[in-house]
Nanobody
Framework: VQLQASGGGLVQSGGSLRLSCAAS????????IGWFRQAPGKAREFVAV???????YYSNSVKGRFILSRDTVKNTVTLQMGSLKPEDTAVYYC??????????????????WGQGTQVTVSS
């Protein structure tokens, strides 16, 4: 199973970016796909997750600003990020696991990881 993250970049505060995570080598529909981020000097933190037949969950810090969607035909998950703030600056990682886990916000529960993509929000 491989996850390929893309779409990061530099944007001004208040702007938008779209991140994509493309999965290969698996039956994507059975996977939970999450996004995490890690800012310099900080621990990796949960951003959002989508699972087959499950609601989409967001961290409180991004709720109302980010939208996560999945395309089971294209095997991709898209994180649409809006109203970006400087504190959203981080390396963003997509992560996957077969099936759902109640501890969906814990990065240790994910088996597969993409390479990370940098998001920088300038003030």
């Amino acid at each position: 199973v491989q996850l390929q993250a893309s779409g990061g970049g530099l944007v001004q505060s208040g702007g938008s970016l779209r991140l994509s995570c493309a999965a290969s080598g698996t039956t994507f529909s059975n996977f939970a796909i999450g996004w995490f981020r890690q800012a310099p000097g900080k621990a990796r933190e949960f951003v959002a997750v989508t699972g087959s037949g499950r609601p989409t969950y967001y961290s409180n810090s991004v709720k109302g600003r980010f939208i996560l969607s999945r395309d089971t035909v294209k095997n991709t998950v898209t994180l649409q990020m809006g109203s970006l703030k400087p504190e959203d600056t981080a390396v963003y990682y997509c992560a996957g696991r077969a099936g759902w886990h109640i501890r969906y916000g814990a990065d240790t529960e994910y088996t597969y990881w993409g390479q990370g993509t940098q998001v920088t929000v300038s003030s």
